[in-house]
């Protein structure tokens, strides 16, 4: 993207020069008609470059801009998924920590003893 | 022991309300679910006795309760400004003796503070209660607009001020009663670090006859009174422009002014196409640019015309005729490729500060158009300007853009121009979320700086990109009520967006997860 952006920057740098010293070169000497509209099409070739490369400057500029805007956008999607997930580990968490809990406490195995005990009868009684 | 200063002193200002009306306001304060607060009462001498009783009542109730009884009648700025002196918290809230707030009115400020800890003015959204308690009215605000402030005073209650900044400024300005609400709000949000839209309905406004939400024409000097206050506002911040009634009560127009040396390029795109308008054959190009020349006063300007190579030679050189020679520069440029490279070659070839994007399709309707499109970008907080186009039969044709709702909306499109007169945000100067580049005007360096038009969209999308990048990189856009264009079918119509085209300006900016536009909220 930096060289993409660098490029035009030169180019028009280089464009610039050329612009001052033709005209320098032109207030400074006595060019005849021939040499004067020589000047002109080499003045209107260089305005020309100029003018284009500044229309690529800007399509470069707008990749820069686009590409940033596309980046923040992304980087805000990242922080709120990061957030979501977080806060799904954090819930999942909590609830395994209640079921540890609930595992853990007298109700749980007193009900547990139960339901296996109709589980074996259960098993029983379809066996015969 | 005195208590603790608390967060936010309700300042009410009592001038002879009814009774009953008095005692409700007093209990909308008193029932708020967020209990940091006082009540300031003020009575400005009214003139009926009982009034005095409710209020020394109330104070006597309630240790939070102040009354400051005045001994002449002085208006409602003098009133407010005894409140705004007694005031013990660090916000104010403005309440009127004849309003009602919303039970969690401070309480939802107050969150809002929190988060915002370098606030210093907020304002809610409102609605209207009649006499037997009906609300109707809401009116969902938008967010910050200054320009929307300038137009008219949008922000109203329930309006919420740091106190200190309060003081600073002197308070109420009693030479503008009647609008001195908005002369303060004005002057309030000049040095306001931070200014918040609370997009809930924290207040009501009773409607009872005689009063301002009644109907602004029972007061008409308030009228004079707020323009008066617009045009010192604009003197403080030297913006060069001068405050006129608006085409409704109650709103403002900015005449803008340039400086004469202001170059502005007009950056127009054109097949030289020959349509008929009220049965008459024209040339677009034409009659844009006569138009455009006709209707200001502004002459330096450069008309920068990028054209189909196989237009007529005919049509040239009546433009060459037009246009003085050194104000014409002419980029041939193959019809087939697409509006925003078009624009982008015209804005590299152009010399203004100012960069004036027009369609050939249009036509000015009023006059010292460039002037007020172009003015508003001196000041260098403001990034792009668009303006209002209607089509043949005068009927909305953009009126800025809002996004939200999963998509890009051209808000009003299709409203008439006598249904667009009862509507307050078709009246007026606002800011919006984008505009139209049929008639736009960008900042040659605002322009540079997010990469004019992205040529990879050829559909109207790169307005809505060019907006997104001017607005995202800080600036506003506004949308000129008082800029207006007739915008005929030329044939330079932007092609229908394509998939891929929304899915670019989705990846840069995330339109379609928009819930709504902050201008146009309710739209």
């Avoid at chain 1, 490029?7 to 004067?36: H, I, K, N, V, Y």
């Avoid at chain 2, 060069?240 to 127009?253: D, I, M, R």
């Avoid at chain 2, 844009?288 to 300007?301: F, K, N, Q, V």
């Avoid at chain 2, 982008?344 to 036509?363: H, I, Q, R, T």
Wanted: charged share 25%; aromatic share 6%; net charge negative.
């Amino acid at each position: 993207m930096d060289s993409e952006i660098l490029d035009p920057q030169a180019r028009q740098l280089e464009a610039t020069r050329r612009l001052q010293a033709l005209l320098s070169f032109g207030s400074g000497q006595d060019a005849t008609s021939a040499g004067l509209d020589d000047l002109k099409a080499k003045l209107a070739a260089v305005v020309e470059q100029l003018h284009e490369t500044r229309h690529r400057l800007l399509t470069s500029q707008d990749n820069f801009v686009g590409s940033e805007a596309e980046i923040a956008r992304l980087r805000r999607q990242l922080e709120v998924e990061i957030g979501e997930r977080s806060k799904l580990q954090h819930e999942c968490q909590s609830l395994q920590d209640l079921l540890s809990e609930m595992k853990a406490s007298v109700s749980w195995r007193i009900g547990n003893a139960i339901v296996s005990q109709v589980r074996w009868l259960t098993g029983l009684g379809r066996k015969r | 022991m005195s208590r603790p200063a608390p967060l936010f002193s309700v300042l009410t200002p009592v001038y002879d309300p009814p009774i009953g009306v008095l005692e409700e306001t007093i209990d909308s304060v008193r029932s708020q679910t967020f209990e940091d607060w006082e009540l300031i009462l003020v009575d400005d001498r009214s003139s009926a006795e009982a009034v005095r009783e409710v209020l020394r009542r109330a104070a006597g109730l309630d240790d939070r309760i102040r009354l400051i009884e005045r001994t002449v009648n002085g208006g409602i700025s003098a009133a407010s400004n005894d409140a705004i002196g007694a005031a013990h918290g660090r916000f104010v809230a403005l309440l009127d003796h004849d309003d009602l707030l919303s039970s969690n009115a401070l309480g939802v400020m107050a969150s809002f503070i929190a988060e915002h800890p370098d606030v210093d003015y907020l304002y809610s959204d409102e609605d209207k209660t009649d006499a037997s308690g009906q609300h109707f009215g809401r009116f969902c605000k938008p967010d910050w607009s200054p320009e929307f402030l300038r137009s008219q005073m949008y922000t109203c209650h329930l309006s919420v001020i740091r106190t200190s900044l309060l003081q600073e400024i002197g308070g109420f300005d009693s030479t503008l009663d009647g609008s001195q609400d908005h002369d303060l709000v004005l002057r309030v949000t000049e040095r306001a670090r931070e200014v918040l839209h609370v997009p809930y309905v924290l207040y009501h406004w009773r409607l009872l006859a005689g009063s301002t939400a009644g109907s602004l024409g029972a007061k008409p000097q308030a009228w004079e009174a707020g323009r008066r206050a617009v045009q010192a506002h604009l003197d403080r911040m030297q913006v060069s422009a001068t405050a006129l009634p608006g085409p409704a009560l109650g709103t403002y127009e900015l005449q803008r002014e340039l400086p004469p040396d202001y170059r502005i390029s007009l950056i127009i795109p054109t097949r030289g196409t020959v349509g008929t308008v009220g049965g008459e054959e024209r040339c677009f190009l034409l009659e844009a640019i006569r138009s455009a020349l006709d209707l200001t006063d502004h002459s330096e300007i450069e008309i920068v015309v990028v054209y189909d190579p196989l237009m007529s030679e005919g049509l040239l050189s009546e433009l060459a005729k037009m246009v003085p020679h050194d104000c014409l520069v002419l980029i041939p440029c193959a019809g087939s490729a697409s509006l925003s490279y078009k624009l982008n070659l015209g804005a590299s070839a152009s010399s203004g500060e100012a960069l004036v994007l027009l369609s050939d399709g249009v036509e000015i309707r009023r006059p010292r158009w460039l002037e007020n499109l172009v003015g508003p970008l001196l000041e260098l907080d403001v990034g792009m300007t668009g303006a209002r186009l209607v089509d043949s039969a005068a009927t909305i044709q953009h009126a800025g853009y809002a996004y939200g709702h999963g998509g890009y909306l051209s808000p009003f499109c299709g409203v008439s121009e006598e249904e667009a007169e009862t509507v307050s945000v078709l009246l007026v100067n606002r800011e919006c979320s984008g505009v139209s580049t049929a008639c736009a005007a960008v900042r040659r360096t605002v322009f540079e700086q997010v990469g004019g038009l992205c040529e990879r969209l050829h559909s109207n999308l790169a307005d809505v990109d060019l907006s997104m990048k001017v607005t995202s990189s800080g600036y506003r856009a506004l949308w000129l009520a008082n800029v207006e264009l007739y915008n005929f079918e030329s044939g330079l119509d932007c092609p229908p967006a394509l998939p891929s085209e929304y899915e670019l300006v989705d990846a840069r900016w995330g339109v379609a997860e928009r819930e709504y536009d902050p201008y146009i909220p309710s739209y």
